[in-house]
């Protein structure tokens, strides 16, 4: 299915974040994942560690990402690259939402804080 229609999209809530899948295996997508993420002002995210490298473009609002031990804001325009294996958080201190397309590749999967594993749907 060359064509993923708004209305065919699968929305997923984790963590106080609403992450809305597009390409994914299930839909035919040998290689790549991609999700919008929405993220509520005054959010601060769960750091995790990531086993495949992810890239986040950000569409609107700026958000604080920690990669290892590297702080740094990001606003609209501006594009987050996550190495493989590195531990990864994204908070949003404003107001105001805050949005993000990400792209990884398919058999994503990350380790929480508390040592235990998790695939996202978003990523099956």
Request: proline letters at 7%; glycine letters at 8%; a negative charge.
């Amino acid at each position: 299915m060359p064509v993923i229609h708004a209305t065919e999209t699968v929305v997923h809530q984790l963590h106080g974040t609403t992450f809305t899948s597009y390409a994914t295996p299930t839909r035919g997508s040998r290689e790549l994942c991609a999700w919008r993420i929405e993220i509520p002002g005054r959010t601060e995210g769960v750091p995790h560690h990531v086993s495949r490298e992810e890239v986040l473009y950000v569409l609107s609002g700026t958000i604080r990402t920690t990669v290892d031990d590297r702080c740094d804001e990001a606003a609209a325009g501006d594009v987050v690259l996550v190495p493989a294996g590195s531990k990864f958080g994204v908070d949003n201190l404003a107001d105001e939402p805050a949005s993000a397309w990400v792209t990884t590749s398919v058999g994503f999967a990350g380790v929480l804080p508390d040592g235990s594993w998790i695939t996202p749907p978003w990523t099956r």
